[in-house]
């Protein structure tokens, strides 16, 4: 594992398939799988080994990094919409 540049918490890189993308996550926050929804509101869930969540997400450095973060994914997917309206 290597180390965030901005806060030094390890990180692990994930390249995504399909895409290719790297993602740097986090792989301390446990995350849980919903596997059932109940009527009362509740969800039955179960811890899921193999999954991590995003180190942007848990970052307290994550703001200098200029290109990542919600705004440039917010932008690129603005960027996406007017692409999708100019084409015919
Ligand atoms: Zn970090």
Excluded at 36 to 54: H, I
Aim: net charge positive.
């Amino acid at each position: 594992m290597t180390p965030c540049k901005g806060c030094k918490k390890p990180i692990e890189w994930g390249l995504e398939s399909g895409t290719s993308k790297k993602h740097p996550l986090d792989p301390r926050p446990p995350v849980y799988r919903i596997l059932d929804r109940m009527t009362d509101g509740t969800v039955m869930v179960e811890r899921d080994e193999y999954a991590m969540v995003t180190h942007f997400a848990t970052c307290r450095e994550a703001k200098q990094f200029s290109k990542g973060g919600r705004n440039a994914a917010a932008k690129a997917s603005r960027n996406r919409t007017s692409r999708q309206a100019d084409s015919p």
